[in-house]
């Protein structure tokens, strides 16, 4: 529960987990559990510095949580990224295939893959089937 209380663990084990290919990105609990006992996510976390930013605080508003996150490279250079929005919000919506993706790659920790793609492709027809237990799982 620490380690999900801390922003400078959740970049460095975002970094990570984006490193190992996880696309969607989904943090759950399974994924603090085996980051939290990862050694290049704690190095990496303690080499994140988490600072404030009067253009980001300026810019919150109504459903606006702005961040920027900067990072140095070993060579010098360094990359940033704004947003104004984040993602699932009216001005960031998350798209259907996107929602599929994830619920794709959540459920298929739990199930096996025939199961899981027999599952996920009735959903498109949901409103085709006559009651809930079609899809329940």
């Keep these: ?3 999900q209380m801390s922003a400078p ?3 460095a084990m975002t970094f ?3 490193t190992e290919g996880m696309e969607p990105l989904i943090l759950g609990l399974d994924e603090f559990e085996r980051m939290s006992h990862d050694a290049r996510v704690k190095d990496l976390s303690h080499r994140t510095n988490c600072v404030f930013d009067a253009e ?3 810019a919150m508003g109504p459903g606006k949580v702005p961040a ?3 990072v140095t490279l070993k060579d010098g250079r360094v990359l940033t990224q704004k ?5 699932g919000c ?4 998350i798209t259907p295939q996107e929602v599929f993706t994830r619920a794709q790659q959540m459920i298929s920790q739990k199930y096996p893959a025939n199961f899981v793609s027999a599952w996920l492709a009735r959903l498109p027809k949901i409103h085709t089937l006559p009651h809930i237990e079609g899809i329940m799982i």
């Design 16 to 18: 990570h987990l984006l």
């Design 9 to 11: 663990f959740a970049v």
């Design 68 to 70: 920027r996150v900067s």
């Design 56 to 58: 980001m605080d300026a």
């Design 90 to 93: 009216r001005e960031n919506p």
């Design 83 to 87: 947003v104004f929005f984040p993602k």
């Design 1 to 3: 529960q620490q380690a």
